[in-house]
């Protein structure tokens, strides 16, 4: 899976994954892993809540189980979005 | 001198059926009652699948007017326990049912009732909900309307500890006769938690199973949630025998503590501490332990950490004990899954047998205990039966084969 990010989803997956940990803006970069960031299981369900809410968008457990950081998590968020049907 | 508890009578209410012997015939066939959950639109849930006890209905068992304040997990308390007492054909006078116990366990509660009643409020904007919300919904229903349709008036509450709240509820029953501060107990847990918004909070959690249960098997997909309910009967050994009757097994060990390490991931050393205090307990050495009932989620975590702690205690006979995993057969059935397991485990020392562990596929590695994947003879003096619940909170029950 390597979908092309746009600045958009990228910039708003990192500010909602500093929003949810309480990490200062700054620490979340696109090649940060979530075992940098110090996300365990928990975390990440709650950041994939925090991310379906934010692009209104349904995660698989499948494909959330596989990732393991910022950049593969921005990718799988825009797959999603791409796929969503047009308003 | 320390009293001994037996166990003299057991009912089952479950996916596979309305009594313990329907219970009991799928365990030994590893029959599975997971199947599409019906009475929901599911098309907004991303698993499907769930082991509902399709064939209980609390009309058959109740009148109108009864069931005016019982929730569904309270009817199947009820109707479990009635079975469990037929089967010990216990008769108790007033004066010993002060001395009668009552304590069972629940996760949720009337989650039924409360979920239709504050649904109503919320999205159809009724003004009022049903009078007897409180009394359905309130965890202790079961044990309230027991106390009440028996006469029973000794302690009676309940536990709610998640996952472990039946193992919890039983090991309190036991010690409580055990103690001297009752004669005889009933005792399980009962849980019905198919409502739309309880599905809803699974699903966010990321831990069912998109198909089916399968523990300690490579490529497991996750829990499957369950519902039903499991009561024993249990009497100090001397008032067994004075009324001459038929003693199902002994219950012999309880332990129980807390991890302290985390809101949902399980810890081996936690699991692993209550075993040995279950077996210290019991008086038990681990050798003597030949089956061992696993909590056996099926999830990527607690499968892994269980076996961790099984082959810590059990370093010394993994050779010669059997690990069966009954939540592929019967669902997570929350508070209730400690008491459906407590029925297995008792089953299979008076059969002296072991049972399938149904879904299974592949071994897994990281699992690497002696599961039992088929019903054969398998003679064992003592098995254990462990419940570890989220929020760390661990329970272990061992029973012993009864020998008069």
């Not at chain 2, 249990?234 to 008032?239: N, R």
């Amino acid at each position: 899976m390597s979908e092309s990010v746009s600045p958009d989803v990228l910039d708003r997956v990192m500010r909602t994954l500093a929003e949810t940990q309480k990490l200062p803006a700054d620490k979340v970069t696109p090649d940060a892993t979530f075992e940098q960031l110090g996300i365990d299981s928990l975390d990440g369900i709650n950041i994939l809540f925090a991310l379906e809410n934010e692009f209104n968008i349904n995660i698989p457990d499948e494909s959330a189980r596989l990732v393991r950081d910022v950049r593969q998590l921005a990718e799988g968020v825009q797959k999603l979005v791409n796929e969503k049907p047009a308003a | 001198m320390t009293r001994r508890v037996v166990i003299t009578g057991l009912g089952a209410i479950s996916a596979l059926g309305n009594s313990a012997e329907a219970f009991w015939s799928a365990c030994q066939a590893g029959e599975s009652g997971i199947g599409q959950i019906t009475g929901f639109d599911m098309s907004g849930i991303r698993f499907q699948n769930g082991a509902q006890a399709k064939q209980f209905n609390p009309a058959d068992h109740f009148d109108d007017k009864q069931l005016i304040p019982l929730d569904r997990f309270a009817t199947m308390a009820i109707v479990a326990a009635r079975e469990a007492l037929a089967q010990s054909h216990l008769e108790l006078t007033l004066e010993e049912k002060t001395r009668a116990a009552i304590v069972t366990g629940s996760c949720y509660g009337g989650k039924t009732s409360e979920d239709a009643g504050f649904s109503s409020l919320y999205k159809d904007n009724q003004p009022r909900v049903h009078p007897m919300t409180i009394p359905r919904l309130m965890a202790n229903a079961g044990a309230s309307a027991l106390a009440l349709e028996l006469g029973w008036q000794g302690p009676a509450w309940t536990v709610s500890t998640a996952c472990s709240s039946a193992n919890h509820a039983i090991g309190q029953a036991f010690w409580l006769v055990r103690n001297g501060m009752a004669d005889v107990a009933l005792t399980g847990g009962s849980e019905a938690p198919f409502t739309y918004g309880s599905l809803k909070a699974w699903e966010a959690l990321r831990v069912v199973s998109p198909d089916t249960c399968r523990p300690f098997s490579k490529g497991r997909g996750g829990m499957v949630l369950g519902e039903g309910a499991g009561m024993l009967v249990l009497e100090t050994l001397e008032h067994a025998q004075a009324r001459g009757a038929q003693i199902l097994a002994e219950i012999a060990g309880f332990g129980m503590g807390a991890d302290a390490h985390h809101i949902t991931q399980p810890s081996a050393a936690g699991a692993a501490r209550a075993i040995r205090l279950a077996l210290a307990d019991a008086q038990c050495s681990p050798e003597q332990i030949g089956v061992i009932n696993a909590h056996g989620t099926g999830t990527a975590a607690n499968d892994v950490t269980e076996s961790a702690a099984i082959r810590d205690v059990f370093a010394a006979n993994l050779g010669s004990l059997k690990v069966v995993a009954t939540k592929a057969i019967h669902g997570h059935a929350l508070g209730a899954s400690g008491a459906l397991e407590a029925v297995a485990t008792i089953c299979g020392l008076q059969q002296q047998c072991v049972i399938p562990t149904a879904n299974f596929q592949t071994p897994d590695p990281d699992c690497d205990i002696p599961l039992s994947l088929q019903h054969t003879p398998w003679p064992h003096e003592a098995a254990v039966s462990n419940s570890f619940a989220f929020g760390g909170l661990n329970a272990v029950l061992v029973f012993r084969r009864f020998e008069a």
